[in-house]
């Protein structure tokens, strides 16, 4: 699942992001983009509950459709 996270724009986002969905499943996969300011997260957690986990850091977020 891909999410976009406008505001992300620096290390410390990044890490925030990270620690946010670490806490929903520790044993998640996270890929950030700063460039584009995407976050791709591969977890057996629901998109839903991804979503939520990055608003409460702080994030506005999106999911992208995946193709």
Do not use: Q, R, W
């Amino acid at each position: 699942m891909k999410f976009s996270v406008p505001e992300m724009s620096c290390g410390h986002c990044v890490a925030t992001i990270e620690k946010a969905v670490k806490s929903v499943d520790p044993d998640a996969e996270i890929a950030c983009d700063l460039a584009s300011k995407t976050v791709e997260i591969n977890s057996g957690s629901s998109a839903s509950d991804m979503n939520v986990a990055i608003k409460e850091a702080g994030y506005d977020s999106s999911l992208l459709e995946t193709a």
